[in-house]
């Protein structure tokens, strides 16, 4: 099993361009979640899910759009970005009653 | 609101040295769950243990102990005889007591690790 696969690694972004970042996972996890962690800061929750077609915000999701139309993958849209959304984001996966898994994480700068 | 607070932003020891990482919350709910990830320098976050809010037994694996007090909202975590592979960042984290709520988690600020050799 790869577990919680993301790409790109890193990306450089203009200000006002758009992207996604892409979470896919293997593990058959249910719960999907995104958060994005700031220099010195703890990581916070952008957005979830609790299975197929299902999502709902967390922490800070002004800017980020999601969507989850299979099992596997949840990705995450930044639409007209912004040097606000420069950080390290972070996709997870869990089942019932296990903990979260993390992906390697995407390295995102908005110049 | 839940709140997890890590006051210790960087311990720097050498090797052998115990460090103890304190972690502090607060919660509304009666119930709940608390966690330990650590981050190492490659950037992954890598889950150490998770504990309820009704056990309250401390916790050894390793090298690794957990100390858990409800009275104190506290949770903090000790690397006996430290390695210099312990170094990195470390988060405490704190979810509701749902079997959904695993991942949906509330994390403090991180506490970096330098162990020097």
């Known amino acids: 099993n790869a577990g919680v696969t993301q790409t790109p690694k890193f990306r450089i972004l203009k200000i006002g361009q758009s992207m996604t970042l892409q979470c896919t996972q293997d593990?058959?996890?249910?719960?999907m979640y995104w958060y994005r962690q700031d220099p010195g800061m703890g990581l916070k929750l952008i957005y979830y899910?609790?299975?197929?077609?299902?999502?709902d915000k967390g922490e800070v999701p002004n800017g980020y759009n999601v969507s989850r139309s299979t099992t596997e993958d949840f990705p995450l849209r930044l639409e007209l970005a912004a040097p606000s959304q420069t950080s390290v984001y972070f996709c997870?996966?869990?089942?019932?009653?296990?903990?979260?898994?993390f992906g390697q994480g995407t390295r995102l700068t908005v110049v | 609101a839940q709140k997890v607070t890590q006051a210790q932003t960087e311990i720097s020891v050498v090797e052998k040295e115990d460090v103890t990482l304190d972690c502090v919350y607060e919660?509304?709910?009666?119930?709940?769950?608390l966690f330990w990830y650590k981050q190492p320098p490659s950037g992954e976050l890598v889950f150490l243990i998770r504990?309820?809010?009704?056990?309250?037994q401390n916790e050894i694996s390793g090298r690794y102990s957990w100390n858990f007090q409800k009275s104190t909202s506290s949770f903090n975590f000790t690397i006996t005889a430290s390695q210099v592979v312990d170094s990195a960042v470390y988060f405490c984290?704190?979810?509701?007591?749902?079997?959904?709520?695993?991942?949906?988690?509330?994390f403090g600020a991180g506490t970096q690790v330098v162990v020097t050799p």
């Open positions: 919660t509304r709910d009666t119930t709940y769950y």
């Open positions: 593990m058959n996890h249910n719960y």
């Open positions: 504990r309820n809010s009704f056990d309250e």
């Open positions: 984290a704190l979810s509701e007591m749902t079997t959904d709520s695993w991942g949906k988690l509330q």
């Open positions: 899910s609790v299975g197929a077609g299902i999502t």
């Open positions: 997870a996966g869990n089942s019932r009653n296990t903990e979260a898994f």
